[in-house]
């Protein structure tokens, strides 16, 4: 098997000898899939290389500040063009990016290289370069970067540190290690502005998303025999407060500063008639066992699913149906 020292130099070489290369986001993108794959875009432009930046689903408003942004595209046409080079970047799966169903539709003659951190992924690409214990994509990407001596500048260094921002909480949930303080340092000496970042990216919620928030406070419960605390939101609860559904997100992440439960659990109702569950932890429990239990999937300490139903609470108990 390659460490990950002979993996870097296989990417490397298969960036030089290619001249259209297409960069692939998961869907309902975050700041590390976006921020991990507009680095990319960064250093390739200035090897003159011919990119196409995709993503199923369309940039957040929130993360628009991103250098080189709008040339991103979820143009599904993208899929019928001839490249060199396909590199996924942040997608624990094919499913996962939401691309499936159209990267068999690509011209066959390219090489495909995966590059991520979840512990889920089963690395089905041609070059796989999957570190589970970085704390972010963004963060393999700073390594690989450091290993090619790249010619760093602003717009590279912000865009990474947008990954590593927003994977760790803004340096606050278990996946902020060492490699990453010194990373997101690091990155800051090369010109990344990490306030600005974490102003645009953490510092976000609204009346409407606190409002969210105390119903899903005022509901913690706790199940002694598996030591779990658990809570949940309703389609009505989203609509009563006027937000959508990435108001929800922090929520599990905040739920950290409990001293009680080695496992948290937020479910959500969502509008096409399924229920998520986010679980986090900070004990030794590998949650990716347990998301998978479900069909889902992630990290060690922070993993999620999906089900098909909707939530009902009865008499202190909590079903999906």
């Not at 709008?70 to 996924?88: C, G, N, Q």
């Not at 590059?115 to 589970?132: F, R, T, W």
């Not at 976000?204 to 406070?217: E, I, P, T």
Request: proline share 2%; aromatic share 8%.
């Amino acid at each position: 098997m390659k460490n990950h020292q002979d993996i870097s130099q296989s990417i490397y070489q298969e960036i030089k000898t290619a001249n259209n290369i297409l960069l692939i986001s998961h869907k309902k993108p975050d700041g590390d899939t976006l921020g991990s794959n507009l680095a990319l875009v960064n250093l390739l432009k200035k090897k003159k290389k011919n990119i196409t930046s995709f993503c199923a689903d369309p940039i957040p408003e929130n993360l628009q500040f991103l250098p080189n942004s709008h040339i991103m595209t979820d143009d599904h046409k993208m899929f019928i063009e001839k490249y060199d080079l396909v590199i996924t970047l942040d997608c624990s799966n094919l499913e996962y990016a939401g691309v499936d169903g159209l990267i068999t539709a690509l011209p066959l003659g390219y090489r495909f290289i995966n590059i991520d951190h979840h512990v889920s992924n089963p690395g089905y690409a041609d070059i796989n370069l999957v570190i589970h214990e970085a704390s972010s994509t963004a963060e393999v990407l700073y390594r690989l970067f450091i290993d090619w001596d790249i010619e760093w500048d602003e717009d590279i260094a912000n865009s990474l540190s947008c990954g590593l921002v927003t994977d760790t909480n803004g340096f606050k949930n278990p996946a902020t290690n060492y490699l990453a303080l010194s990373a997101a340092s690091d990155l800051i000496n090369k010109g990344a502005n990490v306030y600005k970042t974490i102003q645009a990216t953490v510092n976000q919620n609204n009346v409407g998303d606190l409002r969210l928030w105390g119903r899903a406070l005022e509901r913690l419960h706790k199940v002694d025999h598996y030591n779990l605390i658990y809570t949940w939101m309703t389609i009505q609860d989203f609509e009563e407060c006027q937000v959508d559904a990435s108001a929800a997100e922090g929520i599990a992440n905040f739920l950290h500063i409990l001293k009680e439960g080695k496992i948290i659990l937020v479910l959500r109702e969502g509008q096409d008639n399924t229920v998520k569950g986010s679980l986090r932890t900070t004990s030794n429990v590998d949650l990716t066992k347990l998301a998978g239990l479900f069909g889902g999937g992630g990290h060690k300490k922070a993993s999620g699913f999906s089900l098909p139903g909707k939530l009902v609470y009865d008499k202190n108990n909590l079903k999906v149906i």
